[in-house]
């Protein structure tokens, strides 16, 4: 089937949620809502499609990624409507909007997340590493060796306070970094490339 350019598809599901359903969990029937925790409702439609061309796959793929994006937090937000403390969500909203060129959203969400929940290593550095992004590499340092602190095995760390020495131009010291990370987890492809450009720098 040939989808011109600009085509919208569009599905609809129903949903039974009387008491006389006998696979509705809830007896009585309560209010189910959209969301990705076990006790909402989720539904998805997979379709598999292909560019015409060949030099059209990567633009179709850039495409679905924003449109997947801006799709997930319509999700978020909806959760967050019912679990406003949620910090999963709250972090996975944060990581669409980083995903779609907006990092001082992104900042803003992961430091209303540090400020509710159990304080957790990854929140740390996930804050370091949006701050990293938007500019402020002196403030995703700080959080990278606070993040260390917390757990000096954790090889994101070490990968996010190499990027924030990168940034301000301490090659040496992010070349430390990156090869703790790249000790830390051999399969962690971005530090090993972050390393090598590192290095190349240095020639």
């Known amino acids: 089937m040939h989808l011109p350019s600009g085509t919208r598809l569009v599905s609809t599901f129903v949903y039974d949620n009387t008491d006389a359903n006998i696979r509705n969990r ?15 409702e989720m539904a998805d439609v997979y379709l598999q499609v292909t560019a015409v061309r060949g030099d059209q796959r990567a633009v179709l793929v850039e495409d679905f990624e924003q449109q997947e994006l801006r ?4 999700g978020f937000g909806k959760t967050l409507e019912m679990y406003p403390r949620d910090p999963w ?3 996975g909203l944060a990581a669409c909007y980083l995903g779609l060129g907006n990092p001082s959203e992104a ?3 992961l430091e209303e997340r540090l400020s509710i929940g159990e304080l957790a290593v990854h929140s740390v550095m996930s804050l370091g590493m949006a701050c990293n992004v938007s500019g402020d590499s002196a403030r995703a340092e700080e959080l990278s060796r606070q993040a260390i602190s917390m757990d000096a095995e954790y090889p994101l760390a070490w990968l996010g306070l190499g990027h924030s020495l990168n940034a301000q131009a301490k090659v040496e010291e992010a070349e430390a970094a990156y090869r703790r990370a790249v000790e830390l987890a051999p399969a962690l492809t971005d530090a090993s490339i972050c390393l090598a450009n590192n290095l190349l720098k240095q020639d």
């Not at 009585?28 to 006790?39: E, L, M, T």
């Not at 799709?71 to 319509?74: E, G, H, K, L």
């Open 26 to 40: 809830n007896h009585p029937p309560r209010r189910v809502v959209y969301g990705s925790n076990v006790a909402d």
């Open 71 to 74: 799709s997930q937090i319509v």
């Open 89 to 91: 969500s709250r972090e």
């Open 107 to 109: 900042v803003r969400l």
